[in-house]
């Protein structure tokens, strides 16, 4: 809770008390001020009633008993008179207490009151005598000089004064008064202040709550209205911007949802930067390419985006230009685009649009290379079909045996213009999804051992050792298209044996790994040299480039093997070390 001190409560609190008591000391000053001026005026007033009437007293008679008692019911208890007839000669005095002669004296002798005895008019002084109650205590006196009538110009005089003490008492009770009623006023003002200022900020701290619910973001939170003023209007404000907050955030955040929405489905890397550089926003296949780069670069690398891309963005944001750039970097490409972007006149960094065109140029340079090797792989084969045939067809064969030969060589290569466009077929069928597995559960030990053995009589042609090695059970089943696998291992064991020179090996085994059949063909062959490893699964590609004709092949024989081992939810690999040999393994699941 807020300090009452701090608060406007408080505040208007002291205010309004400080201003309150201001007026009551400045009326308390002054009424005690004039309450003492008219006990003076009274007192004076009284004294002047009472001398005039002991001065006709006096002046009517000589002075006897009687009229000395006349005069003391004229006294009151706190009232003194002195009657002197010349400054040397007292006719009569009455008081009680103590200091009785010097106050007389002092009354006597004082030259102000002495001017009495020789006018017509009463004089009035106030005077520093001792007190008529304590000893060793001077008080302030009003005396009262009143003349006596005489026909001779020095005459007599009534002195009367009171008791300062009596005086005083009476102020001090009117000052008792007067501050017990500015007490009482200080309180019901401290009162009524309190709830007057209480009930004017109620609405003002309900506002101060409404804020901090608005700043926690509630924005359905809304303020009582009870009144209609100035107080009330702001708070109909105050509900009308909560709706408003609550509105435009709803509004902003649809907008920045649609907006993490577009650059999450994107394709393309999207990368804000500031202008310092730094990286503020990125979608996920920003962040996968900016994973890539930190690891081609290395862990301390401090930039961790190309230095290509650095300097287009110098460009952009030195001349607030847009850049279209196609880049290599390393063996990726790339489609860039930066455009600033503005805050204002000025501009506060910029936003980078990557396309990742590595698999496209691939595939490019694919199509190209597919449209070269299948020409090239049908003109041999076409050429010789038309000479040949245009040979015997003019006559140009003399004996029956040369014909004969033409017709064997026509045949042959028809053939293997049979088997390529058989083997294109069947590999745009798989890649475009349409091959089907005909799945049946078999002896795995069996089923690899056949399709082995039926390239013992190629082997011994060939003079290479085929081996055979398994450390699975004869029972142990798995569910393959028969069909299939023969035709990866007739395409991997017929290249194993191919490649492998004379009194070389070639085995074939099996080992269970991981609810996996791991299948290897492994050879002591020449060898694939190690830029060769990662594109022999291509179609086409060939890691003998002097490799004859005469060894067959159509280069898709490897494709069609991934494509098949794939399509059975397994994997294929090579590994090889030149003039050593090359082991191909490929994984089954069991299950």
Known sequence: MIRIATSIVGKLWVTILLLVSFVLFIFTVFMLEFLESYHNEQSEISLRQTAAAIASIVDEDELDDKQFAIISELLTETTNVLIAKNPNEVLYSMQEGLNKEEIQKNIISNEDLGEVYE????????????????????????????????????????????????????????????FLAAAIAFILTTIFAFFLSSKITLPLRNMREHAFELAKGRFDSKIEIKQNDEIGQLAVAFNQMGRQLKHHLEVINQEKEQLSSILTSMTDSVITFNRDKTILVSNPPAERLLQKWFVEKGLNSSRPIPEELYQMLDHVLSFEDQLDEELQMGKSYYSITISPLYSGDSIRGAVAVIRDKTEETKLEKLKSDFIANVSHELRTPIAMLQ???????????????ERTDMIRIIYDESQRMSRLVTDLLDLARMESGHMSLYKDDVPLVSVIERMTHKFDQTAK??????????????????????????????????????????????????????????????????????????????????????????????????????NIVEAHNGTISVDSVEQQGTIFTFYLPLT
């Open 119 to 178: 006018s017509n008019e009463p004089i009035v002084k106030e005077l520093l005598l001792p007190s008529n109650i304590e000893e060793n205590k001077n008080l302030k006196y009003i005396v009262l000089g009143f003349p006596l009538k005489s026909d001779e110009e020095l005459h007599g005089a009534v002195f009367i004064y009171k008791n300062p003490d009596a005086l005083n008492q009476t102020s001090n009770e009117t000052t008792k008064i007067v």
């Open 387 to 401: 000479g040949y045939s245009e040979a015997i067809i003019d006559g140009v064969v003399t004996t029956e045996e």
């Open 461 to 562: 042609e060939n003079h290479v050792h085929l081996l055979f090695e398994t450390d699975f059970s004869e029972d142990a089943l798995i569910p393959i298209d028969e069909d299939r696998i023969e035709q990866v291992l007739t395409n991997l064991i017929d290249n194993a044996i191919r490649h492998t020179p004379a009194e070389g090996s070639v085995t074939v085994s099996i080992t269970n790994e991981q609810k996996f059949a791991k299948v290897q063909v492994s050879d002591t062959g020449q060898g694939i040299p190690q830029d060769d490893l990662p594109y022999v699964f291509e179609r086409f590609y060939k890691a003998d480039k002097a490799r004859t004709r005469s060894k067959g092949g159509t280069g898709l024989g490897l494709a069609i093997t991934k």
